[in-house]
Each structure stands twice: as C-alpha cells, then as structure tokens.
C-alpha cells in the first residue's frame, strides 16, 4: 500500500498548528505519517503538538531557525518516509478527510502520474477564493508549463500531492526564493504526469504572516528568477528555446505584477526601483507588463496609491 507523509511546517503558530495535525490525522487513508517541523518557534508549539496522542504523529524541533524553505528541505530529506508526500503548512488545514484517499486511487491507476493536484480555498479576512482546475483530467508538464499563467494552471502547494522520491532526485526546495515550492513543483510535473481532482480540499489562510506579502523588495525580485530552472528544463522536455524564453518571460511579468500591491506599499520610489530592476533583469517581461491591459492598469493603480490606501484601511 502507497504510503503518504503529511509534512506540516511550522513556526510560531500554535494558535493555528492544532487543527492543522487535526485536519491531517482526520485523513482516511490508513499507512500515514503527519510530521511536525518547528523551526525553534519560541512560542507553545511543543506543548500544543504534545497534546496530541497519536502514533502516526512525528515532532521534529530544529536546533536553529532554518527559515521557511529551509524547513521544507529538512523535512523532505531528512524525516519523510512516503512515497508521496504533502506539504500542509502550519497556519493551513485541510478540510476534505477523502483528499488523501482520493490522490492515492489516481497513483494507482497510473503509475506515470508523479503529482495529483486539488482545489484549494484562499480565505482571507473579507473574502474566500476556489482555486481553478482546467477541464482536464490529466495533463502532461509540458502542456502546463505552455498554458501558464492562466489561473487552471497555477499549483496550490497544499493541494498537490507529490513522488518523494522524484522530488529527491531533482533536488526539491533548493531555492532561498519565496515561491521556492513553484520552483519545485514545475520542474518535477516535467517527470511524469499529473492528475486532476476536481474538489476543495483545504484551507490555505491568507494574512499578514504570508512571506508573499512582504514588501520585500529584494526578496520580491529574487523570487522573479524561479522560472529560469523551470523552462530550461522545459527545454531538455521538449519545448523549442525561442518558446521557452517567451514563456519565461510571461511568468516573470506575471509574478512581478503579482508582486506590485506589495511593492506599491514602499511608495512610488519602490516601484520605480523595481520596475528599474526588472527592466535590468527581464526586457521583454517589461514589454508584457506594458502591453497586457490588466497589468498595466495594476501598475497604474500602484503609482496613484490604490494598493497604499487599501492598506490603510484594512489595517483601522
């Protein structure tokens, strides 16, 4: 029987970590594990996780903060014993028992499928978002990697379960970056395939604490350079070099216009900084920014403080 590791990283989120393990261990797949990484929270996170009597419960507590990637990796190879595995966040929680079961029927009906990927619920104070599914049940890396960014095609991490052991070998969560687990998750959907299933299947809280919305200038545009890895290996996959580089491109214009709410926070000298990095970095995601109607319009709304004074009042 296919074996599966709950990997749940954490720090300083004991007021959160609890239904994270609860919503795991509530999963009904039966040959399980559910391993608590705490990065040397300095809060209750041990007591909380102590609590909780369950055998197929791990608690691994680092020496030294190892940051959130950080965290990832050392769970991945130096803890997890499935031969899938995903990864629930300590502030996240899964709200379908069947979600587990359900992927695992898919990996067995095709030994070729290295990822199954489900809906995810964005939930934040105001609002709650579904994540799209495209109208397939099954793709190969290739077909995604040409249809992004449209939404279908954009990877929830909490949704998605993985091969442990082609992850291992592709060197999964190498990347410092914020969307270190894109950079994965791309690269490893090139192995094999990847199986849809079409339903909700947990929470992914949307707050202050998400490193995504940091104004981190310097963090935002290092992130930016996750698709380099992703369409070279395209490439080795089959995909033509002038394709890629456009594509390339596309996803960086995508991701720096995700980013621009967070930068606009710095003022319009931030933005200007930015725009000024990415045009040194990236040309042509520069021109589709420019030219794609949506994102020049998100672009404009930094400079005149629309991201700045929705800040300010979700913040009263």
Partial sequence: MIKVSVMI????????????????????????????????????????????????????????????????????????????????????????????????????????????????????????????????????????LRRLPARPYLLMHMGVLYARRAALAIDFYRSPAISSDWESLYRLCLRGKVRYLPRPVGVWRVHGGNETGTGNVAKLLANLDIWEPVYRDAVKFGMSPLRARLARARMVAFLAVEHLPAVSHGGNRALVAFLGALAAKDVPALLFIALHPRSAATLAAGFLGYFRRDRALATR
Avoid: K
């Avoid at 629930?88 to 709200?95: A, E, K, R």
């Fill in 9 to 144: 990283p954490t720090y300083n989120q004991a007021g959160f970590v609890r239904e994270a393990i609860a919503s795991a261990l509530a999963q009904t797949h039966p040959h399980l594990e559910v391993i608590v990484g705490d990065d040397a929270s300095s809060d209750d996170t041990a007591a909380v996780v102590a609590a909780v009597a369950d055998p197929r419960l791990r608690y691994v507590r680092h020496s030294a903060n190892l940051g959130r990637t950080g965290n990832y990796r050392a769970l991945l190879y130096e803890h997890a014993t499935g031969d899938f595995v995903v990864n629930l966040d300590g502030d996240d929680y899964f709200t379908d028992p069947e979600f587990i079961a359900r992927a695992v029927r898919c990996v067995e009906a095709d030994p070729e499928v290295v990822m199954v990927v489900a809906q995810v619920t964005s939930r934040s104070e105001t609002a709650d978002f579904v994540s799209q599914l495209p109208p397939h049940e099954e793709l190969a890396g290739l077909d995604i």
